[in-house]
């Protein structure tokens, strides 16, 4: 259904690259969305309130929520795609993710305020009308949720959306809240106490979970977060193909939305090679980047001297010694400057983010101390460097 409905309202529908299209995708979802939200929640308020049942109230307005999500998507869609300009040179796309972030606020808010509803259920008991044809119409509810799941998953998959994935979460909680609060309203009908209240506490706790754990991710995207493994792999990948370059170190990417990434890394050279044409292969590479990725690369060259034993033959020294004091950290730009009674053993540690300053400057420490043993003559400039990739 929602691929038939994509193919009537979206133009060049497959050409998921484009703002364009992208952003109707996210108008479609929260369309559909919004009206069966709004069906599902006059339903179950109308279910809810003739079995005197705040359960059954809880997720209707939990479904409200969901309809006010849809809204947000849509707005947050159409703001995302405008142009970048003076004050916001890399675009608008994080307000998608702004949007997930008001979802959860959106979700918290309800979820606090039905909370409060069922503890006074519980304070207050009232017995729930049990009625069948009711339970029936409910559980048929429940087809919907599912296939406007199916339908938020497609959305989500074919434009790798935030919100869209979020909104198919959603949509799957729901099922099995839902799930709950029938099973719960059809026991209670035969137990000699009322669960009516003690239901609604546990669906409200579960929807402010759900917008809890909706909020801290949304809050990763937008404080920045490492790039995926597929992603290190793919452009790893497409800078090594080139024989020209012998190895690569900090990358970096950066994200401003869907379809606005930057990235940056360092890409290791001979340092004997002709540098207009190294240029021109990294020319080459970045653009090959955008065109396979979609992401804006700039690579920054970093000369080093290949095929020499000498300095091979140091270098393995040095990472030997990495590997007994410092295992779990790597080295790049190494060089030396070679004496008679000096050799300076020049190049960065890597050293994994989660190191306090202290305990990294230990590890420098300790490093230098085991090169100088290695042999006397060894002096290590080091310099530290983090990895931005999630070590």
């Known amino acids: 259904m929602i691929k038939l409905l994509a193919k009537i309202f979206i133009k060049d529908r497959e050409n998921v690259k484009d703002k364009t299209v992208r952003e109707k995708y996210c108008v479609l979802g929260g369309a559909v969305g919004a009206v069966c939200n709004l069906f599902l929640f006059g339903l179950k308020l109308t279910i809810g309130t003739l079995m005197k049942s705040i359960a059954i109230t809880s997720d209707a307005f939990n479904n409200l929520s969901d309809m006010g999500s849809c809204f947000v998507a849509i707005i947050g869609a159409k703001l995302s795609n405008r142009l970048p300009d003076r ?7 994080r307000i998608e993710y702004i949007s997930s972030l008001i979802v959860s606020f959106i979700i918290l808010i309800v979820g606090f305020e039905l909370f409060k509803g069922s503890v006074d259920k519980i304070l207050n008991p009232e017995p729930v009308i049990f009625s069948i044809p009711m339970i029936i119409i409910l559980a048929a509810s429940l087809l919907v949720k599912l296939w406007m799941f199916v339908c938020y998953r497609f959305i989500a998959e074919k434009i790798d959306s935030s ?20 099973a719960a309203t059809v026991a209670g009908h035969f137990l000699p106490f ?3 209240g ?52 900090d990358l970096i990417v950066h994200d401003y939305g869907p379809g606005r990434v930057f990235a940056s890394v360092h890409a290791e050279v001979p340092d004997d090679a002709n540098a207009v044409h190294i240029h021109e292969i990294i020319d080459a590479v970045e653009r090959q980047i955008l065109l396979e990725t979609g992401i804006q690369m700039v690579i920054h060259s970093d000369p080093i001297t290949v095929n020499n034993e000498y300095v091979d033959g140091i270098k393995e020294n040095v990472k030997k010694c990495i590997e007994n004091v410092a295992a779990g950290c790597t080295m790049h730009d190494f060089r030396i400057t070679d004496g008679e009674n000096r050799i300076n053993l020049i190049f960065d540690l890597v050293i994994s983010s989660s190191y306090p300053p202290k305990e990294s400057a230990k590890i420098v420490s300790g490093l230098k101390e085991a090169l100088h043993e290695c042999d006397s003559r060894y002096e290590a400039v080091i310099t530290v460097d983090r990895d931005y990739n999630g070590r």
């Open 87 to 93: 004050e916001h040179p890399f675009g608008h796309g």
């Open 163 to 182: 919100v869209m994935k979020a909104t198919a979460r959603d949509s799957i909680n729901d099922v099995i809240s839902t799930g709950a609060v029938i």
């Open 194 to 196: 009322h669960t009516d």
């Open 198 to 249: 003690f239901v609604g506490v546990i669906v409200a706790v579960y929807i402010m979970y759900g917008g809890i754990k909706l909020a801290k991710e949304t809050i990763d995207l937008l404080l920045g977060t490492p790039p995926t493994q597929e992603t290190i792999e793919t452009l790893s990948g497409i800078i090594l193909s080139r024989e020209e370059i012998v190895g690569i170190h």
